[in-house]
């Protein structure tokens, strides 16, 4: 890559999550150390408020702005031209985010972002995938608590497994436990727009059906179903588990990462999601209101009512409800031929899932991006296959993430 102006952009600066990825990189990384990044948007007026926000008094020219239009196809190419990275919050990204990940495509740049859109990385991974490759581009969709725990977390089981036992868990199930936190309101839009475009549209609908969506093209799906959507009881946990909202976005995107490594957890690899709940009935009446809410959704005068309710894109938690929101979700396992070699793994967060965790993670995977040792080449990637080690060791030391190895 040429030398470029920036390591990284934050592109949608003036939103709720992409100002909080602005004021982590001030608070940890700052303006006078080895990392250059600056914020980016479509509207003047709104950055300065920003960078007058973040700066609190200091030097305002010292953090740089850039304007752009995701309308105007060459202000988003001068964007992607002038850093190494551009990291970005703006979505749904069915919406909003093709022409910048086609601009970073062309540009070589790597990129970014919170994308939980499983029907448009689908097809963003069909268009792209061959042009990354040759110019070199990392793409890295679902860098937030979608899905860097789930992906993150398996890849460090799998690694404790094969150092422990020689070989990797043949099964693992995620389970999430004690958590404190609502979705963002941009996770709840992508949501939306994913079943207004579902309608009608034959590819948008095998993409949020099929377990194996996000497998390379040549890779052999395995024997993963569809996700739960009823009340079970896993004797593993000795709890009863309900369906886990995120999981059509999760365990696709942990297929991926399996295949995409050239399959070290084997092609025959099965991996799951749920909640954990502490009785039968809770189950019961969380998983009714999953997948009932779910088809409410799919009508008109129920959407209206929940989209008075329901937070909105640009919308969030205070920051001492950010602070005091909490997760954590345990993996399960599975050893090929004994159990007793079975291991469980947790992976805690130290915010919110939705806006505080999630903006300090996508911010480490920048920065991973931008700063360490590569690992891949080009191409259309997870958070685990393109970062590895080092975006743990960052999740670890600076962004409030734990993973451990814990008795089952």
Known sequence: MKKREFDIVVWGATGFTGKLVAEYLMEQYGLSGDLSWAIAGRNQEKLEEVRNSLMDGADVEALPIIVADSNDSNSIEALAARSKVICTTVGPYALYGTSLVEACVDAGTDYCDLAGEVQWMAKIIEQYQEAAHKSGARIVHTCGFDSIPSDMGTWFLQQAMIEKHGAPAIQVKARIGRTRGAASGGTIASMLNMMDEAKGNEFVQRSMENPYSLYPKDAQPGD??????????????????????????????????????????????????????????????AALATTGGMRSLSFGPFRKLAQRVLPKPGEGPSKSAREAGHYEIFFHGRHAEDSDKSLRARVTGDMDPGYGSTSKMLAESAVCLAKDQPLTGGGIWTPSSAMGQHLLARLEDNAGLTFDIVDA
Not at 243 to 249: C, K, N, R, T, Y
Not at 267 to 279: K, P, T
């Open 224 to 285: 993963d179903e569809l996700d739960q959507t009823d009340a079970r009881y896993d004797a593993d946990f000795d709890q009863w588990t309900a369906p886990f909202v995120m999981a059509a976005i999760n365990t696709r995107v942990v297929r991926r990462s399996n295949a995409l490594m050239g399959f070290p957890w084997s092609e025959a690899f099965r991996y799951d999601e749920s909640l954990l709940l502490d009785s039968r009935l809770i189950a019961k009446g």
